[in-house]
Protein backbone atom coordinates (compact mmCIF):
# COMPACT_ATOMS: atom_id res chain seq x y z
CA UNK A 1 0.00 0.00 0.00
CA UNK A 2 1.23 3.49 -0.80
CA UNK A 3 1.13 5.85 1.80
CA UNK A 4 3.28 8.46 4.29
CA UNK A 5 2.86 8.28 7.87
CA UNK A 6 4.01 11.22 10.05
CA UNK A 7 4.44 11.07 13.68
CA UNK A 8 6.05 13.57 16.20
CA UNK A 9 3.51 15.86 17.02
CA UNK A 10 1.89 17.20 20.31
CA UNK A 11 2.23 19.92 22.45
CA UNK A 12 4.69 21.78 23.10
CA UNK A 13 5.41 25.20 25.18
CA UNK A 14 6.76 28.32 23.28
CA UNK A 15 10.69 28.01 22.86
CA UNK A 16 10.46 24.32 22.93
CA UNK A 17 11.07 21.86 20.23
CA UNK A 18 9.52 18.76 18.18
CA UNK A 19 10.70 16.58 15.51
CA UNK A 20 8.66 15.00 12.70
CA UNK A 21 8.86 12.64 10.95
CA UNK A 22 7.29 10.48 7.41
CA UNK A 23 7.75 7.67 6.67
CA UNK A 24 6.73 6.43 3.29
CA UNK A 25 5.19 3.05 2.28
CA UNK A 26 5.16 1.62 -1.01
CA UNK A 27 7.79 3.19 -2.71
CA UNK A 28 11.07 4.54 -2.26
CA UNK A 29 12.37 7.90 -1.67
CA UNK A 30 15.25 8.18 -4.75
CA UNK A 31 14.78 10.96 -6.82
CA UNK A 32 12.24 12.53 -5.03
CA UNK A 33 11.04 16.26 -3.71
CA UNK A 34 10.50 16.06 -0.01
CA UNK A 35 7.76 18.40 1.93
CA UNK A 36 6.88 19.47 4.54
CA UNK A 37 3.55 21.82 4.43
CA UNK A 38 1.10 23.28 7.35
CA UNK A 39 -2.18 24.87 7.35
CA UNK A 40 -2.97 26.55 10.53
CA UNK A 41 -6.92 27.34 11.42
CA UNK A 42 -8.50 29.06 9.01
CA UNK A 43 -5.61 29.93 6.93
CA UNK A 44 -4.51 27.93 3.63
CA UNK A 45 -2.09 25.30 3.49
CA UNK A 46 1.73 26.89 3.29
CA UNK A 47 4.92 25.41 2.04
CA UNK A 48 7.47 24.74 5.50
CA UNK A 49 10.63 23.11 4.45
CA UNK A 50 11.81 21.14 1.15
CA UNK A 51 14.39 18.61 0.33
CA UNK A 52 15.75 16.96 -2.95
CA UNK A 53 16.84 13.10 -2.02
CA UNK A 54 19.27 13.35 -4.29
CA UNK A 55 21.44 16.66 -4.30
CA UNK A 56 19.75 17.62 -0.82
CA UNK A 57 18.95 20.89 -2.05
CA UNK A 58 16.85 22.37 1.02
CA UNK A 59 14.46 25.33 1.22
CA UNK A 60 12.75 27.42 3.88
CA UNK A 61 9.72 29.31 4.41
CA UNK A 62 11.54 32.95 5.20
CA UNK A 63 8.92 32.30 9.05
CA UNK A 64 10.75 29.36 10.14
CA UNK A 65 14.66 29.40 8.36
CA UNK A 66 17.25 29.15 10.89
CA UNK A 67 14.90 27.38 13.46
CA UNK A 68 13.75 24.53 11.50
CA UNK A 69 15.89 21.76 9.61
CA UNK A 70 14.57 19.39 7.21
CA UNK A 71 16.90 15.96 6.39
CA UNK A 72 16.59 12.54 5.42
CA UNK A 73 17.46 9.27 7.26
CA UNK A 74 18.96 7.51 4.73
CA UNK A 75 18.96 4.31 7.00
CA UNK A 76 15.60 4.67 8.30
CA UNK A 77 13.88 5.69 4.90
CA UNK A 78 12.47 8.53 6.58
CA UNK A 79 12.02 12.21 6.24
CA UNK A 80 12.49 14.53 9.40
CA UNK A 81 11.57 18.16 10.46
CA UNK A 82 13.58 19.30 13.37
CA UNK A 83 11.84 22.45 15.16
CA UNK A 84 13.66 24.25 17.41
CA UNK A 85 12.27 27.79 19.34
CA UNK A 86 8.59 27.01 18.30
CA UNK A 87 6.19 29.88 18.49
CA UNK A 88 2.52 30.03 18.88
CA UNK A 89 2.17 30.80 14.92
CA UNK A 90 3.83 27.47 14.39
CA UNK A 91 0.42 25.74 15.79
CA UNK A 92 -0.96 24.03 12.81
CA UNK A 93 -1.72 20.54 11.08
CA UNK A 94 1.59 19.38 9.50
CA UNK A 95 1.52 17.27 5.79
CA UNK A 96 4.68 15.84 3.70
CA UNK A 97 4.68 15.29 0.90
CA UNK A 98 6.46 13.24 -1.91
CA UNK A 99 6.89 13.95 -5.73
CA UNK A 100 9.28 13.16 -8.46
CA UNK A 101 12.42 15.34 -8.81
CA UNK A 102 10.83 15.74 -12.38
CA UNK A 103 7.70 17.36 -12.76
CA UNK A 104 4.79 15.31 -14.33
CA UNK A 105 5.96 11.81 -13.52
CA UNK A 106 4.45 9.41 -11.12
CA UNK A 107 5.66 8.63 -8.08
CA UNK A 108 3.60 5.91 -7.15
CA UNK A 109 0.27 3.94 -7.77
CA UNK A 110 -0.63 6.30 -11.00
CA UNK A 111 -0.20 9.42 -8.35
CA UNK A 112 1.78 12.41 -8.99
CA UNK A 113 1.76 13.50 -5.78
CA UNK A 114 1.53 11.39 -2.13
CA UNK A 115 0.35 13.53 1.20
CA UNK A 116 0.23 12.15 4.62
CA UNK A 117 -2.23 12.30 6.77
CA UNK A 118 -1.10 15.03 8.76
CA UNK A 119 0.50 15.82 12.27
CA UNK A 120 -0.99 18.26 14.74
CA UNK A 121 1.80 20.62 16.08
CA UNK A 122 -0.07 22.51 19.53
CA UNK A 123 2.53 25.41 20.38
CA UNK A 124 1.01 27.16 23.78
CA UNK A 125 1.85 27.64 27.11
Known amino acids: QVALAESGGGLVQPGGSLRLSCAPS????????ISWYRQAPGKERELVAM????????NYADSVRGRFTISIDNAKNTINLQMNTLKPEDTAVYYC??????????????????WGQGTLVTVSS
Open 97 to 114: KVEDIVPGIVVADGKLEI
Open 26 to 33: GFFLSRKR
Open 51 to 58: ITSMGRNT
